[in-house]
């Protein structure tokens, strides 16, 4: 199969339809990685908003431990705060787990009627998409799914294709450049007393000096 290509939801018209991406992740902690892959997903997609959606406890990560909700919260805030295309969602704070993609997506639907929804995600979990909860329906109620291209992209999606109909189709690729900063990185980093000021906003960094994060 050919490689994946989604459509443009906005159009060609005077009033094109608002799109806000689904920009997820359990942030501990956010870093200047995240904010730069966010943005490129604005520009290269022409969202309106990205939503930056905290996961308490991922389904796929339950055996982990993340610092506190309320140090993520506050330390996702203190990222965002300078961008206005930039907003944080709470959608998976509001309610039990196990908090999975499709319930969130639907519920972020119908917070924005008449919106677009795009999800943004990595290649890598682009290709794990038949492991996820529902996909099918997922993929059906996704308006767009932004995918993070990797360096070497994958060669073939003809089983994908054939485990989700349709996937397709809902695909956009947003370029990135190789980022070499993880959360685990400044974990490790913070917790052996290692070099991490610049791998993070300046309020990042100060939330966790003040709350005394990830120093073991």
């Not at 907003?87 to 319930?103: N, W």
């Not at 767009?144 to 073939?156: C, F, K, L, Q, Y």
Request: charged share 25%.
């Amino acid at each position: 199969m050919a490689e994946l290509t989604g459509k443009n939801l906005r159009g060609d018209g005077p009033s094109p339809r608002r799109k806000v991406g689904i920009f997820g992740g359990t942030f501990d902690p956010p870093h200047i990685g995240h904010l730069i892959l966010a943005a490129e997903a604005c520009i290269q997609l022409g969202l309106d908003r990205a939503l930056w959606v905290l996961t308490p406890d991922p389904p796929h990560k339950l055996d982990k431990k993340f610092a506190p909700i309320a140090a993520r919260k506050a330390m996702v805030l203190a990222a965002i705060a300078k961008n206005p295309a930039f907003e944080f969602s709470s959608v998976d704070l509001e309610r039990k787990g196990p908090h999975y993609a499709y319930d969130t997506i639907k519920i972020i639907a119908s917070q924005h009627p008449g919106t677009a929804i795009c999800y943004i995600v990595g290649e890598d979990s682009l290709l794990d998409f038949p492991r996820w909860y529902r996909p099918q329906d997922f993929v059906s109620d996704c308006d767009e799914i932004g995918v993070m291209r990797r360096e070497r992209p994958a060669s073939s999606y003809d089983q994908l294709e054939e485990s989700i109909p349709g996937i397709g189709a809902k695909i956009s690729y947003i370029n990135t450049p190789a980022i070499r900063i993880s959360s685990s990185l400044i974990r490790e980093r913070i917790a052996t007393g290692g070099h991490f000021r610049y791998y993070i906003p300046d309020g990042v960094y100060r939330e966790i000096i003040l709350r005394n994060l990830y120093s073991g």
